[in-house]
C-alpha cells in the first residue's frame, strides 16, 4: 500500500510516484499486475483522484506501466525482462586507443612549456602577447556597452560565416593596414589556427592527401593536419625561409608563415615567395598563408602577402591571439569566395558557429577604436623590449656564440646552436635558474635543429636584461 507522510517536504504526487517506481523496479509490483483503479486507490490512501490520476499519467509516460480503456493500467512486461544495474558491471564503454593524440597532446603541451614544473621568476614566451589594465578596462567597456546595444536577433542561430558586423570590420582592417581587399563572403570567422586547420583540412582535403609544412616550424599547424589523417611531408627551412624545392611534389597543401617564419623568425624572400606562388599555380595546390604576427615589425612597413599576389591559390590565415589576446579565440580565414563557402558548409555541420558575445565585444572593440590604439600601444611597447632584447643578446656576447635571427618582425626571436649542443640539459639550468626558454627542438617534426626561441612580449625591460645575463652565464 502507498503512504503519505504528512513531514516530507516533496509534494504527495511525488511521494506516490516515487513509491510506485520503487515496487515496480524491485518487483512487489510484478509485470503485468494490474493497478487499482485510481477512484479506489485514491479513496484508501485519502488523497483527492486527481493527485492519483497525476501518479498514474507519469508512470505511462516514463514507460512503467501501460493502460488500455477496458483492460485498465498494468505493469509494463519489460520491467522484468531489465536487470537491476546493480548486477550489472560498473565500468562504462572502453575507450577507444588513440595514440596519434596522447602524443600530439603531450607534444603540444611540452611545446607550450610545462608551467608546473618549478617557480619561474622569467618567462620567456613566445606564445603570449602583452596585455595590460587599459585594455582590460576598454574590452570590459565595449563588453557592456555591446550587450546593451545588441538586439534580441542576435541570440538566436548566427551565420555559420561567422557575425557579419565584425567581418566588416576585419575586411576594413585587412585592407587598410595589409592591402587584402576582400568581400565579407570571403571571410570566415574561426576560434584559432588549428579549428581553421581542421576546416581546411574537412572542406578542401581528402585522407591521405600530402600537405607539406615547415620544419621547425608551427608544431599546431602539423599536429591537426596529422590528426585528420594526412601525410605531412616536412620541408626545411633555412635563412631566406621555406626551401620551395624541397615540397613534396604531391603536395596538396603547403603550409607557411612567410612574414615571420614561426621558429626561426627569418622573413621568407622575394624569390622563394615568387618560386612558391608559381609552383602553386603550376601544380594547383592550396597555399596555407599564417599571418600571425606581422603587424609587428620593427623596420619598415609589414611585408606584402601571398594572398595580395595570389588570392586564387591562397588561404590567409589571421589572427587576434598575438594581436589581442589568446582567451578572445577569434581568427579569421580569408579566400577565394568558393573555398570559403566549402568551409562555412563544414563549419555550419560540425561547429555551428561561434560565440556571439566575444564576436559583438570584438566587433565593437574595432569599431569605436579601441583596438587600433591598443596595437598602437603595445606596438611601442614591443619596440622598447626588443631593442633591448636585442642589446642585451650582443652586450652579453651570445650573439657571438650562436647564431641570432628573426629580429625584424614579430614577438620572437632565435638564437640558434650546433646540432651537437645539448638543448635539453642548458634548458634544465636555465629553469633551476628561474629562467624558461623555449627549445628550438620541440618546433621540428624530423628537424635536428637546437636552440631557444626566446619570447620577449610578457616581459619587461628589466627582467629581460636580468634574464639574458643568467642565461648567458649558462650558456657555454
Same mark, same amino acid.
Given at each position: 500500500?502507498l503512504q503519505?507522510n504528512?513531514e516530507?517536504?516533496?509534494?504527495?504526487w @511525488?511521494?506516490?510516484?516515487d513509491q510506485?517506481?520503487?515496487n515496480?523496479?524491485?518487483g512487489?509490483?510484478p509485470?503485468g499486475?494490474? &493497478?487499482?483503479p !485510481?477512484?479506489?486507490?485514491?479513496?484508501?490512501?485519502?488523497?483527492?483522484?486527481?493527485?492519483?490520476? #497525476?501518479v498514474y499519467?507519469?508512470l505511462f509516460?516514463?514507460?512503467y506501466t501501460?493502460?488500455s480503456?477496458?483492460?485498465? !493500467?498494468?505493469?509494463?512486461?519489460?520491467?522484468g /525482462?531489465?536487470?537491476? &544495474?546493480? /548486477?550489472?558491471?560498473?565500468h562504462?564503454?572502453?575507450?577507444?586507443?588513440?595514440?596519434m593524440?596522447?602524443?600530439?597532446?603531450?607534444?603540444?603541451?611540452s611545446w607550450?612549456?610545462?608551467k +608546473?614544473?618549478?617557480t619561474?621568476?622569467?618567462?620567456?614566451?613566445?606564445h603570449e602577447?602583452?596585455?595590460? =589594465?587599459?585594455?582590460q578596462?576598454?574590452w570590459?567597456q565595449?563588453?557592456?556597452? %555591446?550587450?546593451?546595444e545588441?538586439?534580441l536577433?542576435?541570440w538566436?542561430?548566427g551565420d555559420a560565416?561567422?557575425?557579419?558586423?565584425?567581418r566588416?570590420?576585419?575586411?576594413r582592417?585587412?585592407?587598410?593596414?595589409?592591402?587584402?581587399?576582400?568581400?565579407?563572403e570571403? #571571410?570566415l570567422? +574561426? $576560434?584559432g589556427?588549428q579549428?581553421s586547420l581542421?576546416?581546411?583540412?574537412?572542406?578542401?582535403?581528402?585522407?591521405?592527401?600530402t600537405? $607539406?609544412v615547415e620544419?621547425p616550424?608551427f608544431?599546431a599547424a602539423w599536429?591537426?593536419?596529422k590528426?585528420?589523417?594526412?601525410?605531412v611531408?616536412?620541408?626545411?627551412?633555412?635563412?631566406?625561409?621555406?626551401?620551395?624545392?624541397?615540397? %613534396?611534389?604531391?603536395s596538396?597543401?603547403?603550409y607557411?608563415?612567410p612574414?615571420?617564419?614561426?621558429a626561426?623568425?627569418v622573413?621568407?624572400?622575394e624569390?622563394r615567395?615568387?618560386?612558391?606562388?608559381?609552383? %602553386?599555380?603550376? @601544380?594547383? *595546390?592550396?597555399?596555407?598563408?599564417?599571418?600571425?604576427?606581422? =603587424? *609587428?615589425?620593427?623596420?619598415?612597413d609589414p611585408?606584402?602577402?601571398l594572398f595580395s599576389?595570389r588570392?586564387q591559390? !591562397?588561404?590567409?590565415?589571421?589572427?587576434?591571439?598575438?594581436m589581442?589576446?589568446?582567451?578572445?579565440?577569434? $581568427?579569421?580565414?580569408v579566400?577565394?569566395a568558393?573555398a570559403i563557402?566549402?568551409?562555412?558548409r563544414?563549419?555550419?555541420?560540425t561547429?555551428? @558557429? &561561434?560565440?556571439?558575445? =566575444?564576436?559583438?565585444? &570584438?566587433?565593437?572593440f574595432i569599431?569605436?577604436g579601441h583596438f587600433?590604439?591598443?596595437?598602437?600601444?603595445?606596438?611601442?611597447?614591443?619596440?622598447?623590449?626588443?631593442?633591448?632584447m636585442?642589446k642585451a643578446i650582443?652586450?652579453?656576447?651570445?650573439s657571438?656564440?650562436y647564431?641570432?635571427?628573426?629580429?625584424?618582425?614579430?614577438l620572437?626571436m632565435?638564437?640558434?646552436?650546433?646540432e651537437? *649542443?645539448?638543448?635539453?640539459?642548458? !634548458?634544465?639550468?636555465?629553469?633551476?635558474?628561474?629562467?624558461?626558454?623555449?627549445?628550438? $627542438?620541440?618546433?621540428?617534426?624530423?628537424s635536428k635543429?637546437?636552440?631557444?626561441?626566446?619570447?620577449?612580449a610578457?616581459?619587461d625591460?628589466?627582467?629581460?636584461?636580468e634574464?639574458?645575463?643568467?642565461?648567458? =652565464?649558462?650558456l657555454?
Amino acid at each position: 500500500m502507498l503512504q503519505i507522510n504528512r513531514e516530507d517536504e516533496r509534494p504527495i504526487w @511525488q511521494q506516490l510516484l516515487d513509491q510506485a517506481i520503487h515496487n515496480i523496479t524491485t518487483g512487489n509490483w510484478p509485470p503485468g499486475e494490474l &493497478l487499482l483503479p !485510481t477512484r479506489e486507490l485514491a479513496q484508501l490512501i485519502g488523497v483527492s483522484r486527481s493527485t492519483i490520476q #497525476i501518479v498514474y499519467e507519469e508512470l505511462f509516460s516514463r514507460g512503467y506501466t501501460i493502460t488500455s480503456r477496458r483492460g485498465g !493500467t498494468r505493469v509494463s512486461e519489460w520491467i522484468g /525482462e531489465a536487470r537491476p &544495474l546493480e /548486477e550489472v558491471s560498473s565500468h562504462g564503454p572502453l575507450l577507444p586507443e588513440l595514440p596519434m593524440l596522447n602524443a600530439a597532446v603531450d607534444h603540444l603541451h611540452s611545446w607550450l612549456g610545462d608551467k +608546473t614544473e618549478r617557480t619561474t621568476e622569467i618567462d620567456f614566451s613566445p606564445h603570449e602577447p602583452y596585455l595590460d =589594465e587599459q585594455f582590460q578596462k576598454n574590452w570590459r567597456q565595449s563588453f557592456l556597452r %555591446a550587450s546593451a546595444e545588441t538586439e534580441l536577433d542576435a541570440w538566436a542561430y548566427g551565420d555559420a560565416y561567422g557575425f557579419l558586423p565584425l567581418r566588416e570590420q576585419i575586411q576594413r582592417y585587412l585592407s587598410l593596414e595589409r592591402g587584402v581587399h576582400v568581400s565579407v563572403e570571403q #571571410i570566415l570567422l +574561426t $576560434s584559432g589556427a588549428q579549428h581553421s586547420l581542421d576546416l581546411i583540412a574537412q572542406a578542401l582535403l581528402r585522407q591521405d592527401d600530402t600537405v $607539406s609544412v615547415e620544419d621547425p616550424g608551427f608544431p599546431a599547424a602539423w599536429m591537426a593536419l596529422k590528426y585528420q589523417r594526412m601525410q605531412v611531408a616536412p620541408v626545411p627551412v633555412d635563412e631566406h625561409g621555406l626551401c620551395v624545392d624541397r615540397i %613534396a611534389p604531391e603536395s596538396r597543401l603547403v603550409y607557411v608563415t612567410p612574414s615571420h617564419q614561426c621558429a626561426v623568425g627569418v622573413i621568407m624572400s622575394e624569390p622563394r615567395r615568387q618560386q612558391l606562388l608559381h609552383m %602553386a599555380a603550376e @601544380q594547383r *595546390f592550396w597555399i596555407v598563408e599564417d599571418d600571425y604576427d606581422s =603587424e *609587428f615589425r620593427y623596420r619598415g612597413d609589414p611585408l606584402p602577402t601571398l594572398f595580395s599576389q595570389r588570392p586564387q591559390n !591562397t588561404l590567409y590565415m589571421m589572427s587576434f591571439s598575438k594581436m589581442i589576446a589568446p582567451g578572445i579565440r577569434i $581568427s579569421a580565414v580569408v579566400g577565394p569566395a568558393n573555398a570559403i563557402r566549402q568551409l562555412a558548409r563544414v563549419h555550419a555541420l560540425t561547429y555551428r @558557429q &561561434l560565440p556571439i558575445m =566575444e564576436q559583438l565585444t &570584438l566587433a565593437h572593440f574595432i569599431e569605436h577604436g579601441h583596438f587600433m590604439r591598443h596595437m598602437r600601444r603595445v606596438r611601442n611597447v614591443y619596440r622598447r623590449r626588443h631593442e633591448v632584447m636585442t642589446k642585451a643578446i650582443i652586450a652579453t656576447g651570445l650573439s657571438e656564440r650562436y647564431k641570432l635571427s628573426g629580429v625584424e618582425t614579430g614577438l620572437h626571436m632565435l638564437l640558434e646552436a650546433e646540432e651537437a *649542443f645539448d638543448e635539453e640539459a642548458v !634548458t634544465r639550468l636555465a629553469s633551476e635558474k628561474g629562467i624558461r626558454v623555449y627549445p628550438l $627542438s620541440k618546433y621540428g617534426l624530423e628537424s635536428k635543429r637546437k636552440g631557444w626561441v626566446l619570447g620577449f612580449a610578457k616581459v619587461d625591460e628589466a627582467a629581460i636584461e636580468e634574464g639574458i645575463r643568467r642565461l648567458a =652565464e649558462i650558456l657555454p
